[in-house]
């Protein structure tokens, strides 16, 4: 499979995963706002919306297997300054939060991760051009 092949795959995995997600994301959110449910119910239905996040990881996995070298390093140094990075600027925050700063939503650190994954391929990719 070349590397076409493998990205147009994996966009077409990612876009369903994604509207399934953003789907059941409004769906989960009008059934918590508008019904009153058993907190057990309420944990079911918040986390739904997981699950395609779940399909999301399996086509971007699928996506690096497939790649060929030059790309599977980029992605491997672009993915590892994301965590790495990421975690610092939440260990971080973490001390801040002991001095009165407010506490940092959970939520958002996977976004976070993906943004500055998605940032640093730029980078990457241009020093190996």
Do not use: C
């Amino acid at each position: 499979m070349n590397q076409t092949q493998v990205l147009k795959r994996y966009y077409k995995e990612f876009f369903i995963s994604m509207t399934f997600y953003v789907i059941l994301l409004i769906a989960s959110i009008t059934v918590i706002e508008n019904f009153n449910l058993p907190q057990a119910i309420k944990i079911i239905v918040v986390l739904i919306p997981v699950i395609p996040t779940i399909f999301v990881i399996i086509a971007i996995m699928r996506a690096l297997q497939d790649s060929d070298e030059l790309q599977q390093k980029v992605q491997l140094n672009a993915i590892t300054f994301s965590a790495i990075t990421t975690g610092l600027i939440t260990f971080s925050y973490g001390f801040l939060e002991n001095i009165g700063f407010p506490s940092f939503p959970t939520i958002w650190i996977l976004p976070i991760m993906f943004f500055l994954w998605g940032i640093s391929l730029g980078y990457f990719w241009r020093k190996y051009q």
